[in-house]
């Protein structure tokens, strides 16, 4: 106040801070993953409706309900209004808007057809949306029933087995093989658990240190790949994403360099990324595209002649499409087949532990009445 009156400075109005002057002060909030799906339909669905794009983004920015999201739409508004286009101001803020989101924008903002790109879009994360849903709401019970069998011996081996120790060496006769092994698993639980959880540890620091390096993160793409059961599912996955997302681009009218480059990063698989990578050095000296697919074990020899035929007959993205859709279904399925086996696999490895282990305990039990009674 007393500065003010040195200034000679007379307040006419009051109004309180922006949220982006605000923030200023105290630094910028980071975005708690803010759910693109829902942004992307609402954004589509306004710009559909003759909305334009700063009022579609005001009303966004007002309804948002995490602050640094909202802080991004703010920041994006006053660049768009100085003149930025749309994907370069999304471009700034890549922990929000991902590579394939910006130049989505970007082909629509160039083509004049943003309100159907962004149609596209939403239809593409809602597409993806759904499927990470499925295998989440599928893993979900097999990990939840690996735990609670785990709890379950971890707890009759700690917690029961020690009990019937003392009986079991008071005995004067030797111990049937079942017995002498889960007292010997017993022992090394509740004795050496320290060892157990160091070498849990260092597996997962492993696990961490491999995942950082791409011959590690190749590694370990090629096994999970390779296991049994999930390697298929996971292999499924993997073109569902590749065909989708390289179809959505082409759709959308991305170069198809560029968009082999953005496939790439969103593949999250190093395999598919390698193939890819050989892919976009055969395009660029005129080569085909499907060729240096062929030579990569992951992609089947149906996807490989559907995008031969794509690239000869001119309709890529469409074969692309009918690529996605039929690995979806097959994820699904494969899903549905899963969880029905599991439920019968879990419940016979249950009865199986709880079986040994009761076994164990009554088989010396049994051996010594019927000795007592001779």
Request: aromatic fraction near 8%; glycine fraction near 6%.
């Amino acid at each position: 106040r007393d500065l003010i009156n040195k200034l000679n400075i007379r307040i006419e109005k009051i109004e309180p801070a922006t949220l982006i002057e605000s923030i200023s002060a105290t630094g910028v909030p980071k975005p708690k993953n803010p759910d693109l799906v829902i942004f992307t339909r609402q954004f589509a669905t306004m710009i559909s409706s003759g909305i334009s794009i700063m009022e579609c983004l005001d009303i966004l920015a007002d309804q948002a309900d995490d602050k640094g999201f909202c802080y991004a739409l703010n920041c994006i508004i006053d660049r768009v209004k100085s003149g930025v286009d749309l994907s370069e101001a999304m471009l700034e803020h890549p922990e929000i808007f991902p590579d394939i989101y910006c130049n989505m924008i970007a082909a629509g903002e160039a083509s004049g057809q943003l309100e159907g790109i962004l149609g596209r879009l939403a239809e593409y994360q809602e597409a993806s949306e759904a499927l990470k849903r499925e295998i989440k709401s599928a893993m979900t019970y097999p990990v939840m029933s690996l735990l609670m069998v785990g709890g379950i011996t971890v707890f009759l081996l700690v917690g029961i087995i020690p009990k019937f120790q003392d009986m079991f060496n008071d005995m004067n006769q030797a111990l049937p093989a079942v017995t002498l092994f889960v007292l010997f698993v017993s022992s090394l639980l509740t004795t050496y658990w320290y060892y157990l959880v160091g070498i849990a540890i260092t597996i997962v620091v492993i696990f961490k240190q491999m995942k950082k390096t791409v011959k590690g993160k190749e590694l370990l793409d090629f096994a999970f790949l390779k296991m049994p059961v999930f390697g298929g599912l996971l292999q499924k996955v993997s073109i569902s994403r590749f065909s989708r997302t390289f179809s959505t681009l082409l759709k959308s009218g991305v170069p198809i360099l560029a968009a082999l480059e953005i496939t790439a990063k969103t593949s999250g698989n190093v395999l598919i990324e390698k193939a890819i990578a050989n892919a976009i050095e055969s395009v660029k000296v005129g080569e085909t595209l499907s060729k240096p697919l062929a030579e990569c074990w992951v992609f089947p020899k149906m996807v490989v002649r559907m995008i031969s035929i794509g690239e000869k007959s001119g309709a890529l993205e469409t074969l692309l499409a009918k690529i996605a859709d039929f690995y979806d279904d097959q994820v699904r399925a494969a899903v549905d087949a899963l969880t029905s086996l599991i439920e019968p696999l879990m419940i016979g490895v249950m009865g199986t532990i709880v079986g040994t282990i009761v076994l164990a305990i009554f088989m010396p039990i049994m051996a010594m009445q019927k000795a007592a009674m001779q």
